[in-house]
């Protein structure tokens, strides 16, 4: 492990370059224009994992993006530790608010990141935290101290919802053989306070439009005569939370796993300090669903955000206008045993029922997925575990997170594979929003801490 240690210390100003030029590629999913570049970015990857010693690499063609194989089997006998990622950014708007380019990285300062954070889309997730693996593996494999199997799976369409990667899942379960699934696409609570998800939240999203008058009309002439779409999608929206911030979809909770009075305790203790939170966000006071802690809401309580909402006029000044059509794009966070195409159901009948007469509404639901926990009494937990609590001289603590990364329910699922999520970002880095960043202090732990993971796991299955 020393000379895992020494390797990592001698190239760490080259493994910052090779992030920097990685992140220069604008591998935007969502965005068809930006096709040729994801598609850079794919083989840029897989050159990579070539040259630092991974075999049978292939760029994987799906209907979609292609995802990034390759491995290292060094005995069959030893155990296998199959790496995901995703090399898809979010898109960068709004790019008016960024101090730098998105896709011109730059290591600044920060209050956070006294010793640097670089600066770009896709700097935390997840290249930063993708590429922290290739760079451990490579320094495993050059100090000649890979203690196991390890296969790779990079895939680039999970900020679009993934859905190719279930397919090849499906056709590809030989070739995915492995112990366990180890994913860095997470955070820890603070650098000072290392921490292990051991919760991910699902996800239900849908589209929503009203529908009034066939055309935009004079709100003089209509104005109180008809359905103001706008009027009525806001009423429809704001209907969907009581006075306590209750979801109001009939059956919403009904399937909820509600934790114990024990497991609320010991979630409290994690070091939440409410005056920084609030200040972080220039906010003056938190807000919520009464009954729970802004820890509880925000990871094991299910949620209804509208992420975007637009119709009638925006432009400079004042036009009166009655708009035909309103819209709105919800997403609902779920956590265990929600079931996603249940709850986009309850949505649909439920939005159905409200809509008042005089308008019509669609629901067009969009990507889901399912919650997952990971129990904290397993070899791999345990490893991690160990290998945090070396690295940051800390043991870390257990921290379920309110965002989703659904292939993880698929992989158990699928394969019957349990994921370690060690994640190294901080919910500060302003992942999906402009300034996205990841710290230098993170990107390096994450490199130090990879390959003590894979130490420990390999020993801790030896005996
Ligand atoms: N890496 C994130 C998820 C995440 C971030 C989980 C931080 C926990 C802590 C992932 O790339 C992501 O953005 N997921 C989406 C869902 C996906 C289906 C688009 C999300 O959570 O909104
Ligand atoms: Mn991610
Ligand atoms: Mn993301």
Redesign the pocket.
Known sequence: MKATQAYIQANKERFLEELIDLLRIPSVSADPSFAGDVRKTAEVLAEGLKHVGAENVEICETAGYPIVYGDKIIDPSLPTVLVYG?YDVQPADPIELWTSPAFEPVVKKTEIHPEGAVFARGAC??KGQMFMHVKAFESMVKSDALPCNVKFMIEGE??V?SENLGIFVKNNHERLEADIILVS???IFANDVPSI?TG?RG?SYVEVEVTGPNRDLHSGLYGGCVANPINILSKMIASLHDENNKITIPGFYDKVVELSDAERVEMAKAPFKKEGYLKALDIDEVYGEAGYSTMERGSIRPTLDVNGIWGGYIGEGAKTVIASQAFAKISMRLVPDQDPEEITQLFYDHFMSIAPVGTRVKVTPH?G?EAAVTPIDSVGYKAASMAYEKTFGKKPIPVR?G????IVAMFEKELGLKTILM?F?LDSDA??SPNEHYGLFNFYKGIETIPYFFHYYSELLKS
Request: charged share 20%; proline share 4%; glycine share 26%.
């Open positions: 995703h997730d997840d999970e900020e919802g696409d997470t955070g998800t991910l996800l990507h997925g997170s965002g989703s990364i659904p994640g970002g992942i999906h």
